[in-house]
């Protein structure tokens, strides 16, 4: 009796404290750093993350552009995946999902971004940061030139511009090679920010080496200019007032969009291949809405009719079932919060799925306690009986469920089809809980009624559906 009090009172404790971080309220500061493990950066709690079918977004489908069609080398593509998702989390963007489809595409969805151009030209920048000696030669913000690692970018513009595929830019000294110094190689870290002047402006830091080599470099150059150049496009061409080792600043006439937008391709480095927008499509956040508020009402009419059915087929030991099913619902929840999991339409049905496969457990479980009550076995031998019988049963089926969701998981992650994923990952959640919640949870509470008055309520033939 004492081992059941405290297994009900720990359960009880669960299901308020899954309540609690389910709730849609501001939680204190210390509770979201606990569940993001003292993370600088807690997570919120307040709402659940959505995908870009129920928030809206942008889904870009970016390709490599080999030249002469070529395919890219091995391992490219899943480090230009590693970097993608870099610069997508260093927007700022929400549960961003990036995958490779096929060997030479990758497929980013941006839920609820602003600024979706900003966001693609992001992606899809090479992200080559190079310090050019221009020897003399005047260069303005936004020129186009060739540079060692850009021997022809200048031309090529020229090409286009005259093809009638491009719009004019001021590109000066076609066919002129400058000299890459430096590439952006040497630096730690970059940050945009304000300067005194509320300026937006993108401040550096350097690497060991790099210290030392933008230190030699500026010591000896110091009253010439020095061009900082982003993909052969000219940012800043400052004069070098003094020499420089640890930190620098990059000024210009940025946007808050821009300066942050340059910042992450500086700090998540350069591309291994060039991408280009084989696709973008656009999804409206009215239509998100609508799938919200339908999938909840799916999610709330099969959820009661669950609950009901087992309030009538089991009488008591299904209401008590039904009780193990709710803290089975909020578990879930929590654990889609705190993960977080990105809930897409797939997704919810998933979880949908595996409340009924929680109920599948629940109903093995009373009816192989019927055929005890039958061979005429006590209450109690009874229900453990039950539980210890049907165990087996419910382990097998949950295996071979898991299983399936691994292989979905699988396809869904090689091709691409991240409504797929979304599917394995919700409902392989719920199965492994509802392994839990059915036989650990709906045990704990019969142990308490038998352990209490209730034990003659539960002998009761009527109130057992039987």
């Excluded at 490599?64 to 989390?89: F, H, L, S, W």
């Excluded at 850009?150 to 031309?155: I, Y």
């Excluded at 870290?189 to 830091?205: G, K, P, R, Y």
């Excluded at 959640?429 to 038998?450: E, P, Y």
């Amino acid at each position: 009796m004492r081992n059941s009090t405290i297994s009900l009172v720990l359960v009880l404790l669960l299901a308020a404290v899954t309540l609690y971080i389910v709730l849609p309220i501001d939680h204190p500061v210390w509770v979201e750093r606990v569940v993001s493990f003292g993370s600088e950066n807690p997570r919120d709690l307040t709402n659940f993350k959505l995908g870009l079918d129920l928030q809206g977004g942008t889904q870009v489908l970016l390709e490599a552009d080999i030249e002469g069609g070529g395919e890219p080398q091995a391992g490219a593509m899943t480090a230009a995946k590693t970097i993608v998702e870099n610069r997508v989390n260093g927007l700022g963007v929400s549960e961003a999902v990036v995958q490779e489809q096929g060997t030479s595409r990758l497929i980013v969805e941006l839920p609820g971004v602003d600024n979706p151009d900003q966001a693609v030209e992001t992606l899809r920048s090479t992200g080559q940061l190079e310090f050019i000696d221009p020897a003399g030669t005047p260069l303005s913000q936004g020129m186009v030139i060739n540079t060692t690692n850009h021997p022809t970018l200048a031309d090529d513009l020229q090409a286009d511009i005259a093809a009638g595929s491009a719009t004019p830019e001021n590109i000066p000294y076609p066919g002129r090679v400058f000299q890459t110094v430096m590439t952006g190689d040497v630096l730690r870290n970059a940050l945009a920010t304000q300067d005194q002047f509320s300026q937006w402006v993108i401040n550096f830091e350097l690497t060991g080496p790099g210290s030392d080599q933008f230190y030699e470099y500026t010591r000896t150059h110091i009253g010439q200019p020095m061009a900082i150049v982003l993909d052969g496009r000219v940012l800043s061409a400052p004069t070098i007032n003094a020499a420089i080792r640890d930190s620098g600043t990059i000024s210009g006439l940025f946007t808050r969009e821009e300066a942050e937008s340059l910042a992450v391709q500086m700090r998540y480095g350069a591309l291994p291949v060039p991408l280009r927008v084989a696709d973008i499509q656009t999804i409206g956040a009215s239509l998100g809405q609508e799938s919200v508020n339908s999938s909840l009402r799916a999610g709330l009419i099969g959820i009661g009719a669950v609950l009901l059915f087992m309030l009538m087929m089991y009488r008591l030991p299904g209401l008590l079932a039904d009780f193990a099913l709710v803290i089975y619902v909020l578990l879930n929840l929590a654990i889609f919060k705190l993960i977080p999991v990105t809930l897409s339409l797939p997704g919810i049905a998933g979880f949908i799925l595996s409340v009924g496969m929680a109920t599948d457990a629940n109903i093995l479980i009373f009816e192989r306690m019927k055929d005890e009550l039958r061979n005429g076995r006590s209450i109690r031998l009874a229900v453990e009986s039950g539980f210890d019988r049907a165990w087996l049963a419910i382990r097998d089926g949950n295996l071979s469920t898991l299983i399936s969701c691994a292989v979905l998981y699988w396809f869904g992650n090689t091709f691409g089809a991240s409504v797929v994923k979304g599917f394995a990952i919700t409902l392989s959640i719920g199965v492994i809980l509802s392994m839990f919640t059915a036989v650990t949870i709906t045990r704990t509470f019969m142990r308490a009624i038998l352990s209490s008055a209730g034990r003659k309520l539960l002998e009761t033939r009527a109130l057992l559906g039987y």
